[in-house]
């Protein structure tokens, strides 16, 4: 069984039951439905309903016991902890982060930024924040838009100062008035060494390993309308993906 968008059925429930795990609620240690309840809500087999337990115990987010249930994992307070599967993950980050601007968003010259964009010219318009869960910083990101993309934002107070905070997310804003939606980002992940800058920014020591993601966003046909460069703590990001062996 599949549901809209080419999402999995049990892709589906285990999306839905980690929502509910990182909204708390089951932090008073509280079983999880069982696979009957959860097949009967949902109406798929109890096999669905596995898969996506499988999922959640892999991801660390709960364990399971035999004879007994499915129960959340214990978790570090202090670490912010999300999937990021879907475009529609990544615009969920206004649900339970804040984003502070370190600078505003302004017109510059960029000539690596404009190329990945695939800019006639080299002028973007950028702006830096970082990201916060529970007021300890997780991330910081710098986002490139394109002159013409980041004239549909108009002047957002949000991105328009120094110091303002915020629950927004840039692609959040973008979405709604760009002539063809958001349809996927192609993603890289690379290690590097914290700049004096982002040390700052972030609150770690200069030198210290960080994780870099990068993602371009592409809108429906096929072209850039955002890119963001993000720097991640490393205990604050983990990236998994399914491998499959090929039928040929």
Same mark, same amino acid.
């Given at each position: 069984?599949?549901?809209?968008?080419?999402?999995?059925?049990?892709?589906?429930? &285990? !999306?839905?039951?980690?929502?509910?795990?990182?909204?708390?609620?089951?932090?008073?240690?509280?079983?999880?439905?069982?696979? /009957?309840?959860?097949?009967? @809500?949902?109406?798929?087999?109890?096999?669905?309903?596995?898969?996506?337990?499988?999922?959640?115990? *892999?991801?660390?987010?709960?364990?399971?016991?035999?004879?007994?249930?499915?129960?959340? /994992? +214990? !978790?570090?307070?202090?670490?912010?902890?999300?999937?990021?599967? *879907?475009?529609?993950?990544?615009?969920?980050?206004?649900?339970?982060?804040?984003?502070?601007?370190? @600078?505003?968003?302004?017109? @510059?010259?960029?000539?690596?930024?404009?190329?990945?964009?695939?800019?006639?010219?080299?002028?973007?318009?950028?702006?830096?924040?970082?990201?916060?869960?529970?007021?300890?910083?997780?991330?910081?990101?710098?986002?490139?838009?394109?002159?013409?993309?980041?004239?549909?934002?108009?002047?957002?107070?949000?991105?328009?100062?120094?110091?303002?905070?915020?629950?927004?997310?840039?692609?959040?804003?973008?979405?709604?008035?760009?002539?063809?939606?958001?349809?996927? &980002?192609?993603?890289?992940?690379?290690?590097?060494?914290?700049?004096?800058?982002? &040390?700052?920014?972030?609150?770690? &020591?200069?030198?210290?390993?960080?994780? !870099?993601?990068?993602?371009?966003?592409?809108?429906?046909?096929?072209? +850039?309308?955002?890119?963001?460069?993000?720097?991640?703590?490393?205990?604050?990001? *983990?990236?998994?993906?399914?491998?499959?062996?090929?039928? @040929?």
């Amino acid at each position: 069984m599949a549901v809209n968008n080419g999402e999995a059925a049990y892709q589906k429930v &285990a !999306r839905e039951l980690r929502s509910a795990l990182l909204d708390g609620t089951f932090d008073d240690g509280s079983r999880l439905p069982t696979e /009957a309840e959860l097949a009967d @809500r949902y109406h798929v087999s109890r096999q669905t309903v596995r898969r996506a337990f499988q999922d959640l115990v *892999s991801e660390g987010l709960v364990h399971r016991v035999r004879g007994r249930g499915t129960f959340p /994992a +214990p !978790r570090d307070q202090g670490r912010y902890l999300r999937q990021f599967g *879907s475009i529609d993950d990544l615009m969920a980050l206004s649900e339970d982060t804040r984003m502070r601007v370190l @600078r505003p968003l302004r017109r @510059r010259v960029d000539i690596d930024a404009a190329g990945r964009l695939r800019l006639d010219n080299d002028t973007v318009c950028s702006v830096d924040f970082v990201r916060s869960h529970a007021e300890q910083p997780f991330c910081v990101t710098t986002v490139h838009l394109p002159p013409t993309v980041a004239s549909v934002l108009g002047a957002v107070p949000e991105l328009a100062s120094e110091g303002v905070s915020s629950t927004i997310t840039v692609i959040g804003l973008l979405d709604p008035g760009l002539d063809h939606p958001i349809a996927e &980002a192609e993603q890289s992940i690379t290690a590097v060494d914290a700049g004096e800058d982002i &040390a700052r920014d972030l609150g770690c &020591a200069p030198g210290q390993p960080l994780l !870099r993601v990068d993602r371009v966003y592409l809108d429906v046909t096929g072209s +850039p309308v955002e890119l963001a460069t993000s720097h991640f703590l490393p205990e604050q990001y *983990s990236y998994r993906v399914r491998l499959r062996r090929s039928t @040929r």
